[in-house]
């Protein structure tokens, strides 16, 4: 059973950055992988895709969050990053990432990120 495991959330000021890191509990073949990508669920709302990056590379957010985050990808180590700059108090969020094979989707457990002003 593959797990995805999740980590850089936390708390931080408004204008602020984080770093989530997402990886896979074992190795998925490079091969296999399809998408992967960022949602995100604010308290009372709706969970939103934030970002997605595909096999090739091709990215897309979010209006949200454009030029603001970026998603990349490493698929030797299974894992995706979402680097998010200049964070706003409506980015906080627990924020779940997955990625795709052909088969299956993986989901990860989630992080907080809590943006103070």
């Known amino acids: 059973q593959v797990q995805l495991m999740e980590s850089g959330g936390g708390l931080v000021q408004v204008g602020g950055s984080l770093r989530l890191s997402c990886a896979a509990s074992?190795?998925?073949?490079?091969?296999?992988?399809?998408?992967m990508g960022w949602y995100r669920q604010a308290p009372g709302k709706p969970r939103e895709s934030v970002a997605v990056i595909t096999r090739g590379g091709s990215t897309n957010y979010a209006d949200s969050v454009k030029g603001r985050f970026t998603i990349s990808r490493d698929n030797a180590k299974s894992t995706v990053y979402l680097q998010t700059n200049s964070l706003k108090s409506e980015d906080t969020a627990v924020y779940y990432c997955?990625?795709?094979?052909?088969?299956?989707?993986?989901w990860g457990q989630g992080t907080q990120v809590t943006v103070s002003s």
């Open positions: 997955y990625m795709t094979t052909n088969v299956n989707v993986y």
């Open positions: 074992r190795s998925i073949f490079s091969i296999s992988l399809n998408d």
